[in-house]
């Protein structure tokens, strides 16, 4: 699978004397025990990422890089913490996609575009549309036009409001121009089991989360974001070939830092994280989850995030939105 970067241009301008004493602090870190702050519960796909990245970090930090899952208000808690704490690289965020929404949608002691340095872009995935097979469609265009013919009918389920799968969802409604009603649940895996009960009709979540299901015969995928079908769904079409316009863009995990921490800090755990997410074992093992290494920098990383965060926004907007 290869999938199109899409980079921005930012620059950071610091004193001379800054730089000489920030370089010198870099060449010696971590130096100490660093904290990886995931937002959800331990066993989800975020937090089985985040452990892998953790494990290889140590043997390249030669320290231990302990994973800590703070979980609540939708991922707003882990936020907190990391933005609350010293601004030194001992203290990493490690977040998907939904930073991007997450205060769009709610009430937050934050601002993310502030607050935050995004440091690197470790994978991307794809997202799946998948329904019951006993609904008894076979496309997209079957789908729309069942929702067309019998308004009100047709149920989807999500991670609960603001998540990838409620907002991916969303855009479909919005561009087909459907009534399709909202179920939320508590975390991706509910959403998945109700979908393979027949509880809801349909639900968008990863390649990767959705394959167990798909593979059982009782989910039947429709489409793929991104820009090419995939070699593990191979008959499936794109979001794009069946829906023109409409974004399908990879998501994403991060890293981010508090705003404050020096900018060879940055850079040496971007560099560091990137060789990390190309070993061979990593990779290895990101391909069975169907994640793909990526290792965006910083530029590179911030320019997805502010494109996320627009074209997102907009929709909330436009949906109206809100998880308070």
């Known amino acids: 699978m290869m999938w199109l970067a899409r980079v921005g241009v930012a620059m950071l301008v610091a004193s001379s004397a800054a730089l000489g004493a920030t370089a010198a602090h870099a060449a010696d870190y971590p130096g100490r025990p660093v904290r990886l702050v995931v937002p959800f519960t331990a066993g989800g796909t975020l937090d089985i990422v985040a452990r892998l990245v953790a494990t290889k970090l140590r043997d390249v930090w030669h320290q231990p890089v302990v994973v800590d899952n703070r979980v609540g208000g939708n991922g707003a808690v882990a936020v907190e913490y990391v933005v609350n704490s010293k601004p030194d690289g001992l203290t990493l965020l490690y977040n998907g996609s939904l930073l991007a929404v997450i205060q769009q949608v709610q009430r937050t002691p934050f601002d993310i575009n502030r607050d935050l340095i995004p440091v690197v872009q470790p994978v991307a995935y794809l997202q799946v549309l998948g329904v019951n097979s006993k609904l008894g469609v076979t496309s ?105 316009g409409v974004m399908s863009d990879a998501g994403w995990h991060g890293i981010f830092v508090p705003t404050g921490t020096p900018r060879p800090i940055v850079d040496q755990i971007a560099t560091d994280v990137h060789a990390v997410v190309f070993s061979p074992d990593i990779v290895a093992r990101l391909r069975d989850l169907e994640f793909l290494p990526t290792g965006l920098d910083s530029v590179a990383f911030a320019a997805i995030i502010r494109k996320d965060f627009d074209v997102w926004g907009h929709l909330i907007r436009e949906k109206n939105i809100h998880a308070d």
């Open 140 to 244: 997209i265009a079957e789908l729309l036009a069942l929702a067309r013919r019998e308004p009100g009918r047709l149920n989807y389920g999500s991670g609960g409001v603001g998540s990838g799968l409620h907002l991916y969802m969303e855009l479909v409604k919005s561009s087909a121009h459907v009534e399709i009603t909202h179920v939320p649940y508590k975390g991706n895996a509910p959403a998945i089991q109700a979908l393979m009960t027949g509880e809801v009709d349909m639900v968008f979540d990863t390649v990767g989360g959705m394959l167990p299901a798909i593979r059982s015969g009782r989910v039947r995928p429709l489409m793929v974001t991104g820009p090419r079908p995939i070699d593990s769904l191979p008959d499936v079409p794109t979001m794009e070939s069946v829906m023109p």
